[in-house]
């Protein structure tokens, strides 16, 4: 079992930045990728970024390209999201999600461990 953890979300301007944080129990060495989705109301839960746990290989939504990082701190066992230049339509519920194994990674279905989620609120 892998336990997740977020923190970080708030209400922020449009334009300003949050950094969110996932917080992986210590039994991360089955995890294959971690992965950020986000679901707003009345929509389904989406892809914004992931990455590979062993050799950091990233990917993003094209929504958030350019303006959102996902990062690790592998000591912490903990994954990041740096969200820039934020707009009112990134308004949503975001989850950390793992996967212990090989998939495309965008699609929820491809992960198996999910956090409770965190709410982040852009006001224009």
């Known amino acids: 079992q892998v336990q997740l953890v977020e923190s970080g979300g708030g209400l922020v301007q449009a334009g300003g930045s949050l950094r969110l944080s996932c917080a992986a129990s210590?039994?991360?060495?089955?995890?294959?990728?971690m992965g950020w989705f986000r679901q707003a109301p009345g929509k389904d839960r989406e892809f914004v970024a992931h990455?590979?746990?062993?050799?950091?290989?990233?990917y993003y939504a094209e929504s958030v390209k350019g303006r959102f990082t996902i990062s690790r701190d592998n000591a912490k066992n903990t994954v990041y999201l740096q969200m820039n230049s934020l707009k009112p339509e990134d308004t949503a519920v975001y989850y950390c999600?793992?996967?212990?194994?090989?998939?495309?990674?965008?699609?929820?279905?491809?992960?198996?461990?999910w956090g409770q989620g965190t709410q982040v609120t852009v006001s224009s």
């Open positions: 990455m590979y746990w062993s050799g950091g290989r990233t």
């Open positions: 210590a039994r991360t060495f089955s995890v294959y990728a």
């Open positions: 999600a793992a996967r212990v194994r090989v998939a495309l990674g965008t699609s929820k279905d491809d992960y198996d461990y």
